[in-house]
């Protein structure tokens, strides 16, 4: 497994859990290190009498410690496997684990191999189901009608004064949709809070949002006119959600797969992944989509630049994005000379074409190549290889980054468009992959 | 006014004050009215935003950045870099500066990604910045090309000396340059600055005219001698002192031999040995006590003549005072050892040997002292330090530590590296954790074993879990060092 410094540290929970896991990155703290294939393990001595045991799965990279740590992984997880990536000498190599890792190993590949296999339908009640259905659909019919009523009272009365209080602004009506079991409306709606209001251009994205909310809803209400695909996503934008077990029955795209990006951010004891993959083969873009309430556990863990071979199913709707990953195995990172688009005016023109096609896609994903980083004015711009240049949203301090990677030559790299600006997540030039959020 | 600005106006105002004006030109929008004008507003601005961000035209930029600079030298390897990130990412100061200090002593290069990282961080440090330039390479003065942050660190040293602009110690140093190759000039620039200059400025500023003083710069001093501040004046007389010849050492010297003369004792009957004998009523002239001279001694068991002889010893120094004595160097210094004045007086004596970098005194002290101050280690060769270390390291752990710390990154002997961790396991809070981690990078790989057996030691005392934390910090430095050290090339 090809898995750097970085990388490792990028999988800490937090800060001092970094800082922990660096500290046990020390050979002389663990009294056993052992390295398989499969697995490393290691017992670490703490302040008590018994040395914590810690096993690294190296197939689906995953950690398990003894220690009371209720962080994910914990500090002798992070310590062991940096003490891998810069000692390797140090570990003991084992022809067969031992009897403590094996049983977590197998295990760990036994739930793999069961959740791969057709679980056993129950029977369900479809007339209780299509109750609860018709009930939550009058819910959010409702919500609709009233959000309606809402967006119509503030372009009446003008959005001069939203920057005064803006989470007032929204406040009540956020509430509502949440009552009315219309949690995307919500998010929607939340995103009025997340405007820099003392930047100019707030009229226009407040505005804009606005108009788009109301879109959607005016959609919703007519959606039995549209087709299947757009039925879904108009579900999916509104928040109905849609069971794993159904996108697991979705044809299954194979193919090697590139991490590309890996952002976490946290709300409200809620902590939402965001991974995007690319596939190498396909040029398939697919968005890993995680959830987990406080202390919970994620069930994989990918490192940005990291590859691996396996089948993602796609979540239904216009423009497929969201994945769930059907099978996996690690891969060696493969860089492929040119991946993605090469000329700004294709991304420009698929970017006409996806908004064209689905008007409520805000943010589109792109891999590009042979791109340069360009200053003009303090502006930051990617220059393709005819000159055509396109802004960057990434703050200065990151294109001096970008720049200072590349040295002014071309490069590829994993953006994603967002209101007129790409946002670098990526970039990778000479076989090297550099993570630049 | 653009149909997007006619949509910003109504939303802010209201739809009720003012709604946008659509041209005909535009009729795929005018088919979106409704009755409701607020529904049409909505939909009207949904789908020109929507052509509006569909539609962005792209734009031609000729020009672009220069490439960078070539690199004629080697980069620090893939894994080095990560160790470099990990320094960087922790704000571990003491590894980055020794990760710096290696890099360039094996001339190679950090990899550009870091490069601004450590530009941005040195702005903050810039006493590390000539290293730290070396290191980023060409990446970095590329860099420097292009960022005005980064530019100020690549500016040339100033060559031209601007008495207005320029800070003291830029001017000290022109100052010396001038005074080592045309000391004429050297002074002629002081007759003509000084007068503009604050007393710590003047004090400054003179200090370079120590470097090897002659009769010629003997009438610009003595004018010195009427300034304002003491402390000039003082430094002034003890220049004069150094001069030959002049009135100041002469009076001196008439004054040591009022204060202090030489008497021949019988020694264990057979031989003979001079004995230092003190005048206790000596009258000296009052002109003296202007050179800054005190007139009094305040301790109880000291003589005025004995404080006098002393201070007239840093002004003279030691030889020219046992040559007036008519006695050995280091017949002298044992006579004033004998003093039981000495230990009230011998911060001046330790002071004349460093002003006067006397090196058979420096010895001598640091053996007969019993609390024999460190800083005399500094005047000595590297082969006569090396001798006091193991017995200092007993006596004075931290202050030889942080001597030895003050050396580069050579590594100090396991003996004495013992003691210094030995006394450090008692008294684990003497120091800082930065101590420690720096201490760790001065420590030979063979303390290694020795830092397990404090780890495993059992004892439930706070100060010394606290020191066990050190000692892991200290393994986890020395690991980190040797990985460093390792790196390929």
Known sequence: MQINQEQILKLAPDESSKKAGQQLAVSAKWVVKCMHEKALWGECQGSGSTPYKTIIDLQNLAFKCSCPSRKFPCKHGLGLFLLFCNQQNVFTAKESLDPHVAEWINKREAKSESQNQPKEEKPIDKKAQQKRVDAREKKVDAGIEELSIWLKDVVRMGIAHVPQNPYQFSKNIIARMIDAQASGLAGWLKKITDINFYQEGWQLETTRLLANIYFLGESYKNKNSLDENWQKELDIQIGWTISKEEVLTQPAVSDQWMVVSKTIESENNLTTEKIYVYGTNSNRIGLLLNFYAANQIPKQLFASGSMFSGELCFYPGVIPLRALIKQQSPEELNFKEEMGITRLNEMVNLISASLSENPFQKTIPFVLSKMKIVLEDNRWFLQDETHDVFAIKNTEDLCWNILAISKAAHFSCFVIYENKKVLIHAVWLNHKFYSIL | ?489
């Open chain 2, 1 to 489: 006014m653009s149909h997007i600005q006619e949509m910003l106006k109504s939303a802010l105002l209201g739809t009720d004050k003012y709604m946008p004006a659509i041209d005909s030109d535009l009729p795929v929008l005018q088919k979106l009215s409704t009755e409701e004008k607020e529904s049409t507003f909505l939909r009207q601005a949904n789908l020109l935003f929507l052509m509006d961000e569909a539609g962005q035209p792209l734009r031609k930029l000729e020009t672009g950045i220069p490439p960078c600079f070539e690199e004629k030298r080697q980069e620090v390897s893939d894994q080095d870099m990560q160790q470099l990130n990990t320094i960087l990412t922790t704000g571990d100061e003491v590894m980055f500066e020794y990760f710096i200090e290696i890099c360039n002593q094996k001339n190679l290069v950090v990899q550009s990604y870091l490069v601004p990282a450590i530009l941005n961080k040195t702005q903050d440090h810039p006493k590390t910045l000539a290293p730290v330039i070396k290191a980023c390479g060409e990446a970095g003065r590329w860099l420097g090309t292009l960022n005005k942050h980064w530019e100020v660190l690549y500016k040339p040293a100033e060559t031209e000396i601007d008495w207005e602009l320029g800070s003291l110690e830029t001017r000290k140093k022109h100052l010396l340059e001038q005074r080592k190759t045309s000391p004429l000039e050297a002074i002629k620039i002081l007759e003509k600055i000084l007068p503009e200059e604050n007393a710590a400025n003047r004090l400054e500023l003179l200090d370079i005219m120590r470097l090897n003083p002659t009769r010629n710069d003997e009438i610009f001093l003595l004018s010195l001698q009427k300034d304002k501040s003491q402390k000039v004046k003082y430094l002034v007389s003890e220049i004069l002192a150094q001069i030959e010849g002049t009135a100041t050492q002469q009076m001196l010297l008439t004054t040591l031999m009022q204060v202090v003369s030489v008497k021949e004792e019988r020694h264990l009957l057979i031989s003979k040995k001079k004995v230092l004998h003190f005048q206790k009523d000596a009258q000296i002239p009052e002109s003296v006590f202007s050179l800054g001279i005190e007139k009094i001694s305040t301790f109880k068991d000291v003589l005025d003549s004995e404080l006098w002889c002393f201070q007239i010893l840093s002004f003279l120094g030691p030889a020219r005072v046992s040559a007036a004595l008519q006695m050995e160097e280091d017949e002298f210094l044992q006579g004033l050892l004998k003093r039981p004045s000495f230990k009230r007086l011998q911060d001046l004596v330790v002071s004349t040997v460093r002003k006067f970098n006397h090196i058979l005194w420096a010895k001598r002290l640091l053996v007969e002292m019993e609390n024999a101050p460190i800083e005399l280690l500094e005047i000595l060769s590297e082969q006569d330090k090396q001798g006091f270390y193991l017995s200092i390291s007993e006596t004075h752990p931290i202050e030889l530590a942080n001597f030895l710390m003050k050396e580069g990154y050579r590594e100090m002997k396991y003996e004495v590296a013992v003691n210094i961790l030995d006394f450090l396991s008692k008294n684990p809070h003497r120091v800082q954790a930065q101590f420690y981690r720096k201490l760790a990078l001065h420590l030979p790989l063979r303390t290694l074993s020795r830092l397990q057996s404090f780890q495993h030691m059992e004892n439930q005392n706070h100060s010394f879990s606290y020191f066990k934390n050190q000692v892991n910090e200290m393994i986890r430095v020395i690991e980190t060092k040797q990985l460093i050290l390792s790196g390929k090339k």
